[in-house]
């Protein structure tokens, strides 16, 4: 079998070793060279040669001229040896030329960059991104040129694993995300589209093909145009109602947080930025009558006009969709305000004594307003009956009327009134009411208690058919009412069923009337009573609704309703916790609590024995499960003693086993369950607090706009009446067909001029703001750039005008900051991002996973073999050397076989899988079909690669034959595995003068010579480390590798190193190698 290196190097081109890599560790070179292998093409740009880094360096300080220049000779270079130059190379950090003009917004750099045909990738996105407008209007219309219709944009073509946007990201999502106002401008003036998102329920094949491709990657997308949709510039510049599309968006995003819990903390900050950008816009307004205008705005009704009725369309649509903040701003609430006190002139400015005197008298009079409304709406009584505060007051009188009933009843107040004050025959017919009472008929006062609850539930039925079931179900308190309804149903029907019986009875001459302590344990009379008795619960907590319009008892109300979630959130797990603990004590105990109720009901007939009290007492506590689960749930309170557990018959185990679980159980409901309910309700109340202001005014004014609604005046009972008065004033509402279209354009005009002002200072506060912010470090930075462009572009007009510049050029080496120096360093010094090749960390860490599989193999076959640790130790010392600096040679040594690597092409292996994934990388699999232009043009490219590998390789057979006829000799072996280029001397020598750079010619003709005076390496030069930066009139030199020393040469004296350069001092030039001058050839393909 072959050694590993001859395999490696069968598989590319084979070089002469270099001087410096003679002498190393063979595994070393081989492991980089199989790390290089690996690497990506974008890997591979990065990469760069000394030329590609001046280049990349000049562009990122600004000097225009010099980029020409070097852009001038790289095209030269490419024409002598392809491939040598690469204008679209990248910097460590992956940004290419016009990358970093764009970050810097150099658009005479740009413009240069452009007009040599780089390749513009992503710049359009980067450019929008930065916000940098003018570069983005000078990119467009370069993609407008070189674009062809099917073929995908510049910033889809590259790799999309590397690319620094993904792949859904377009030119006016991008913008929108940075509300850049002006570029979502530019970009729709000229057409560009925005792709809507479908549904989150959509299941169309392209939503179905993508999820099953790549959820998350489906989902990220989703939310990027969203994002989008959200921005506050694009909904300015594309809708023409902006309310309407921001609570439509509301809905959406607060659909898809309680889909798509993942990204639930995404849509709600969506959500609130869509929330604050309606606040904003409302904010706008400057006069009631746009406030009135914006909020009347009905699509489908009549146009508002000043002293109308205000039906508040658009507010309703706020309400609806939840727009918390806008409904609670100040303007929105001014206008309620005004509202809900028309009708009481200054009585916002009374006193609070002075309130309630107006408030008692009104409520006092409510059935004359009631009743003037029915026979006179016109008259004042009648007429006050529409205004909202007064037809709050008097349904609130005439509840507060129909809970007085409940009282009368619950406390039999009339019965006490009868003994007190009534004569013999009244006493007798209580007497008789209290014998009947199991079926007798109801008294005056539940009679009237029917009525009123007949009436709210016309009121509700009403309320349910104007509104739909889904809004009805929204208000809670409608939630609430149904149920109160539901048990005074339930209890007229019980009252009814029980008269009937009775009357039956009577017919039938059949004894009905009985004890109260004889009737059954569900006689309908002793259900009603409680349904009656959870009815009148209902009916007394709605009060807490009525105080919701008190500023001091609202936010209480509103806390309240928040921690009601909490406490059903609560007892869920408590009843989790109670029916495991119920289980586990009922299995233990049913048995011995069977004894006890055998014990306790002992006498003949099943009677209960006296005797045994403590008996009858406990054998209910664990007799069934439902009965342990109550006991259980007393206990919560105290209520339960441990007397309990003494059952008959019981065991000392059973009884110590079944405390401890009865200890357990309280530890976990009262310390853990409990303070978690109160941490639960703190944490409520706490984010009440925090908004308490906000959220009280929205549920204050769902309750005002209540009664803004024209209809139910009438409260319960007075609704039950017929209303004569609106029979007898009616109004004709026939409106001719052009009167409405008239109508109908006035309302959409006066709408949409008044939106457009309010849009008009929207953005014009908002560029105001981006004016008025504070310089910060890119202020700075661009203030920086735009002087070193200066100083170059300066200092070239002197130099072309033939005027003495001095040292002035020198200067222009140093840069302005430190943030800049570093970008610099990490470009000159070869800071790339992956992984360092070479390393061993992997195979270490697979040693590591090795021998501890081999040790649960050994502890499987019971080997107990006792393990030397010291040879261990010694073994991986040996394996695994400590070196904690390193060495600048193998540093040298890896940067020149990256070089090499890049320049010969090797690591570019075309199998099949890469060229798939070139294709994908060049868009040909975008769609759902493959595109036949683009891979034509994919395959055209990677033709082209093919034929400038085949041509190096012709190169390196001319060598080879070279070699084998003796013009080439050397010690290396030709065939080993190495690239092309090979680094210079490790240290470089002292410079001569700046002004003349000794230069080595670039060909010489091939010459016989001695085995020992050939150089072994005839080879380009490439700079084992980064070249210090040049002046801009000085081109880069071309220094020779040193030779290698043979025995008629004399040996080479020391090079010490050059001492460190000073920002103020010229940069020093490596100088040319000592040695005979090395022969170098020229042929396709070899330099």
């Not at 093409?41 to 990349?56: A, Y």
């Not at 969709?321 to 609670?328: E, I, L, M, P």
């Not at 005439?398 to 007085?404: D, E, Q, V």
């Not at 017929?722 to 109004?731: A, D, R, V, Y």
């Amino acid at each position: 079998m072959a050694p590993k290196e001859e395999q490696s190097g069968r598989n590319h081109l084979a070089m002469p070793m270099s001087p410096i890599e003679r002498g190393d560790s063979p595994s070393l070179t081989n492991k980089i060279q199989e790390d290089l292998l690996d690497l990506d093409q974008d890997e591979v740009e990065q990469i760069l040669n000394t030329q590609e880094k001046n280049f990349l360096l000049q562009v990122e300080r600004g000097d225009v001229s010099t980029v020409k220049k070097i852009l001038k000779k790289g095209s030269k270079d490419n024409d002598v040896t392809p491939d040598s130059f690469n204008i679209n190379c990248k910097d460590p950090l992956g940004r290419s030329a016009i990358a970093i003009a764009i970050e810097n917004e150099n658009l005479d750099m740009i413009t240069v960059l452009l007009e040599e045909n780089i390749e513009s990738g992503d710049s359009l996105l980067r450019a929008i991104s930065e916000q940098y407008v003018e570069g983005v209007e000078l990119l467009l219309m370069h993609e407008e040129n070189v674009h062809k219709a099917g073929e995908p944009y510049s910033w889809e073509r590259g790799n999309r694993d590397r690319a620094t946007f993904t792949p859904d990201i377009t030119p006016l999502i991008l913008a929108a995300h940075n509300n850049n106002y002006e570029i979502i401008k530019l970009l729709l003036d000229r057409g560009a589209s925005l792709p809507m998102p479908h549904d989150i329920k959509c299941a169309c094949d392209e939503c179905l093909v993508s999820s099953a491709e790549d959820s998350l990657r489906h989902s990220l997308s989703r939310i990027n145009a969203y994002r989008a949709l959200t921005s506050p510039s694009l909904i300015c510049l594309s809708s023409n109602d902006p309310l309407i599309t921001s609570f439509r968006l509301s809905e959406e995003l607060n659909s898809l947080a309680s889909m798509e819990k993942e990204f639930v903390e995404d849509y709600v900050a969506l959500r609130n930025q869509v929330q604050k950008f309606t606040m904003d816009l409302i904010e706008e307004t400057r006069t009631r009558t746009e406030l009135e205008i914006v909020l009347n705005y009905d699509p489908q009704g009549e146009p508002y006009k000043k002293g109308e009725f205000m039906h508040l369309a658009r507010l309703r649509e706020a309400v609806a969709s939840d727009q918390r903040k806008f409904v609670a701003h100040s303007n929105v609430q001014q206008l309620l305000g005004q509202v809900w006190y028309d009708g009481m002139p200054g009585f916002k400015r009374l006193g609070p004594l002075a309130q309630l005197t107006e408030i008692a008298k009104i409520g006092c009079l409510f059935p004359l307003y009631c009743f003037a409304f029915l026979f006179a709406p016109t008259s004042s009584f009648g007429a006050a009956m529409k205004k909202p505060f007064i037809k709050f007051i008097v349904h609130s009188a005439a509840y507060c009327c129909f809970l007085l009933l409940l009282v009368i009843v619950s406390l039999r107040v009339e019965t006490l009134v009868m003994e007190l004050l009534g004569n013999e025959w009244m006493l007798q017919r209580l007497r008789q009411a209290e014998r009947e009472s199991r079926g007798g008929f109801p008294s005056v006062v539940e009679l009237l208690i029917v009525v009123f609850v007949v009436g709210f539930i016309a009121n509700e039925l009403s309320s349910l058919w104007e509104e739909g079931l889904s809004e009805f179900i929204k208000d809670l308190w409608n939630i609430v009412d149904f149920i109160s309804y539901f048990f005074y149903m339930n209890w007229i029907f019980l009252r009814a069923t029980a008269w009937f019986l009775s009357q039956r009875a009577e017919w039938y001459g059949e004894k009905y009337y009985y004890p109260r302590e004889m009737w059954p344990y569900f006689d309908p009379i002793l259900i009603s009573e409680g349904m009656f008795g959870a009815a009148n619960i209902l009916s007394f907590l709605k009060l807490v609704h009525i105080f919701g319009v008190n500023p001091h008892m609202g936010p209480l109300q509103v806390a309240l309703g928040r921690m009601v979630i909490d406490i059903i959130k609560f007892f869920f797990i408590y009843t989790l916790v109670l029916f495991a603990f119920g289980c586990g004590l009922n299995q233990m105990l049913w048995y011995y609590a069977d004894l006890d109720m055998k014990k306790c009901y002992s006498l003949p007939g099943g009677l209960p024995n006296p005797e045994e009290e403590s008996s009858c007492e406990i054998w209910r506590r664990f007799s069934n499960l439902f009965e342990t689960s109550q006991s259980l749930f007393w206990a919560s309170f105290g209520l339960i003693n441990l007397d309990v557990f003494e059952l008959t018959g019981i065991k000392t185990f059973t009884r110590f086993w079944s405390l401890l679980m009865y200890g357990s159980y309280n530890v976990i409901n009262v310390i853990v369950l409990l303070n978690l309910l109160i941490a639960m309700m703190s944490n409520s109340y706490a984010i009440i607090c925090a908004q308490c202001d906000v959220e009280w005014k929205f549920a204050r004014s769902k309750l005002w706009m209540s009664y803004f609604e024209q209809g139910h005046e009438m409260p319960s009972p007075f609704n039950l009446l017929p209303n004569i008065g609106s029979l007898l004033t009616t109004k004709s509402s026939v409106t001719r067909e052009s009167i409405r279209k008239r109508q109908d354009s006035f309302r959409d005009d006066q709408y949409q001029g008044i939106m457009k002002n309010l849009v008009r200072r929207y953005v014009t506060k908002m560029q105001r703001k981006n004016d008025e912010r504070t310089v910060n470090e890119d202020d700075i930075n661009e203030v920086k750039q735009d002087i070193s462009s200066f100083r170059y572009e300066l200092l070239n007009v002197l130099r072309m005008n033939n005027m003495n510049t001095g040292t002035a050029h020198e200067k222009l080496e140093t840069t302005f900051g430190k943030k800049q120096q570093a970008r610099e360093r990490r470009l000159m010094k070869g800071f790339n991002i992956g992984m360092v090749e070479g390393v061993d960390v992997n195979r270490s860490l697979a040693g590591m996973v090795k021998k501890s599989m081999n040790l649960l193999a050994a502890f499987k076959i019971k080997q107990h073999k006792k393990k030397d640790w010291n040879r261990e130790v010694r073994m991986s010392k040996r394996i695994y050397k400590t070196d904690h600096i390193g060495s600048s040679r193998t540093s040298m040594k890896r940067t020149s076989l990256r070089q090499n690597a890049r320049a010969s092409g090797s690591i570019k292996r075309s199998n099949a899988w890469k060229t798939v994934q070139y294709y994908q990388r060049s868009g040909v699999f975008m769609g759902e079909e493959v595109n036949a232009a683009i891979l034509q043009t994919a395959r055209q490219e990677l033709d082209d690669m093919e034929k400038s590998n085949q041509q190096y390789g012709r190169g390196w057979k001319k060598v080879k034959a070279l070699h084998a006829e003796g013009h080439v000799t050397g010690n290396s072996n030709p065939s080993s595995p190495t690239t092309d280029q090979q680094p210079r001397s490790a240290t470089p020598s002292k410079q001569p003068s700046a002004a003349a750079p000794d230069k080595q010619p670039r060909t010489a003709a091939p010459s016989k010579q001695s085995p020992a005076q050939t150089p072994a390496n005839q080879q380009k030069q490439t700079p084992s480390e980064p070249a210090p930066a040049k002046s801009p009139s000085q081109p880069p030199p071309n220094s020779a590798a040193p030779a290698p020393k043979s025995p008629s040469q004399p040996p080479a004296k020391p090079v010490t190193p050059a001492p460190a350069k000073s920002p103020s001092q010229p940069p020093l030039k490596p100088a040319a190698s000592s040695g005979p001058k090395s022969p170098t050839f020229k042929s396709q393909g070899w330099l």
